[in-house]
């Protein structure tokens, strides 16, 4: 099973946040004294922001330690005045247990599960695995799609939703394939809009070229972002030929990240000609915008 890759040593709330958008059943390791990471994660009484499926818009997430993380914290205290000593009374913050939070606004529940693999005494070796978490990973990265809109016809869209699929369930190599997927359709896009503008009918010297040929030849009609970064092509073919599963969960977050800013860019790209075109429709219309002769 790939590991995910959370900031080390991460802040509770960070450690949080990594761990909603960490596939099921993918163990992640700690950086340090594991038993204390896990004290300040069920403990955490803090907020950040997140898509909320139940409200389908962005939101302020509050964390809401549990019923059990809350009398663990009780026994602590108990064993701290009682010096400690007492090595039956030790309390472990590891085992099964459950992390809670709310959205601010629409009060929808947030809930994940996880299991400690790897022995209490050996701290170094401990790993922490989801087990189950509602709403899903999908349905909350499912939010981002929405905001890119316009810049998702229905094929880009259903590349984007594998990839998101995949990602959740652990299948980084797929994820890489569908996301490769999506910066080709980009790219033909791109071939056939500046086809059409020149009025071409072939365009062998395109066919005959590599990718990063392509992308130079497309430089006028592709987002920026793409022709700056035409590397990430071959960070994509890496992936879905020569990675392992391991190493492509690794690149994923990039991966994601990119093919989100290119289609990001490809959205302000297709407001803006339509605000244009608005404008230009209601200013043609105004009586004194017509040519008056003299
Ligand atoms: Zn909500």
Known sequence: MPEAAI??????????????????????GFDGD????????????????MYCPGCQAPATWATV?????????????LVSAASGSASGMRVYWSGHFSLRATCTRGRHPLILYFQTTGGHL????????????YPSMSDIQMGDLKELGDAMPKEL?????????????????AAC????????????????????????NAWPEYVAAK???????LADQLPEFMVDNAALYSILSEGVHQLTEEQCA??????????????????????????????????????????TGG
């Open 122 to 133: 050996e701290k170094s070796e401990v790993k922490l695995t989801k087990m189950g978490q």
């Open 177 to 200: 394939v569908y996301y490769r997927r999506v910066f080709e359709k980009v790219l033909d896009e791109a071939k056939a809009a500046h086809m059409q503008a020149v009025g071409m």
């Open 7 to 28: 900031p080390k040593p991460p802040t509770a709330i960070q450690l949080l946040e990594g761990l909603i958008k960490t596939p099921l059943y993918t163990p992640v």
């Open 250 to 291: 690794e690149v994923l977050p990039l991966l994601r990240e990119s093919i989100e800013m290119i289609l990001m860019e490809r959205k302000a790209k297709s407001d803006k000609a339509k605000k244009a075109a608005k404008l230009s429709s209601l200013i043609a219309k105004f009586p004194n915008s017509r040519p």
């Open 65 to 77: 330690p549990t019923q059990e993380a809350q009398e663990l914290k009780k026994r602590t205290t």
């Open 211 to 217: 990718t990063p040929e392509r992308i130079k030849m």
């Open 157 to 173: 869209r259903r590349e984007f939703v594998q990839a998101i699929h995949t990602t959740a369930h652990g299948y980084s190599v």
């Open 34 to 49: 594991a038993e204390a990471q896990l004290r300040a994660l069920r403990l955490t009484e803090e907020r950040f922001d």
